[in-house]
């Protein structure tokens, strides 16, 4: 059974930094790509930033690019999200997700495996 568990969501003041995780089990995680999405209320489920399996290569939604990292530990079978001077627009519930391949990474319908998300809310 495939299990992805994320923490470090919390509250933050706008311009500060949190660090989210997701810890994986039941997979064979260096076979997976690896996605972090967000929720915000009465929005979509929205791509936020995707790891490649070796881990080298990354792609960020524009609205986090330059303030998100994405990395991974393919011992630990961990995934993180490095959040930089956050905005209040970025308060979401964060999920991470799991898939075999590269391919749609920014589509959420081609996850297979999610986490229960984490939330995360920035104050102004």
């Known amino acids: 059974q495939v299990q992805l568990v994320e923490s470090g969501g919390g509250l933050v003041q706008a311009g500060g930094s949190r660090r989210l995780s997701c810890v994986a089990s039941?997979?064979?995680?260096?076979?997976?790509?690896m996605g972090w999405f967000r929720q915000a209320p009465g929005k979509e489920r929205e791509f936020v930033a995707a790891?490649?399996?070796?881990?080298?290569?990354?792609e960020y939604a524009r609205s986090v690019q330059g303030r998100f990292i994405i990395s991974r530990d393919n011992a630990k079978y961990t995934v993180d999200l490095q959040m930089n001077s956050l905005k209040p627009e970025d308060t979401a519930v964060y999920y991470c997700a799991a898939k075999p391949t590269w391919g749609a990474k920014g589509d959420a319908r081609t996850y297979p495996h999610w986490g229960q998300g984490t939330q995360v809310t920035v104050s102004s």
């Open positions: 790891n490649s399996k070796s881990g080298e290569v990354t």
């Open positions: 039941g997979l064979a995680f260096p076979n997976f790509v």
